[in-house]
Nanobody, 116 residues
Framework: QVQLVESGGGLVQPGGSLTLSCAAS?????????MDWYRRAPGRDVTFVAR???????YYANSVKGRFTVSADNAKNTLYLQMNGLLPEDTALYLC?????????WGQGTQVTVSS
């Protein structure tokens, strides 16, 4: 059974930083075709944030480019999202998504709230 468990969210002031983690079980991230972070802001649809695709470099939404960094630790089978310079508009539920063997898996998400 595949499980993706996000953690690391919380309340942070504007300009602050957080690192989100997505721990995977039942799926080997190093063999995934791509691993993504998405987010769902209050009252809005899910939107793309960042991607790590096999044999390609990281890719980011314009809104987070230069502030967020996506990475993976194969030994820990974990996907990360380092978020710096957080803005109130970054407030959302952050979800990780993994595509492997033609199947897409989603985590339940971790809440990030940026507020003073």
């Amino acid at each position: 059974q595949v499980q993706l468990v996000e953690s690391g969210g919380g309340l942070v002031q504007p300009g602050g930083s957080l690192t989100l983690s997505c721990a995977a079980s039942g799926v080997i991230l190093s063999s995934a075709s791509q691993m993504d972070w998405y987010r769902r802001a209050p009252g809005r649809d899910v939107t793309f944030v960042a991607r790590l695709a096999r044999n390609l470099g990281p890719y980011y939404a314009n809104s987070v480019k230069g502030r967020f960094t996506v990475s993976a630790d194969n030994a820990k089978n974990t996907l990360y999202l380092q978020m710096n310079g957080l803005l109130p508009e970054d407030t959302a539920l952050y979800l990780c998504k993994v595509d492997q063997g033609g199947t897409t898996y989603w985590g339940q998400g971790t809440q990030v709230t940026v507020s003073s």
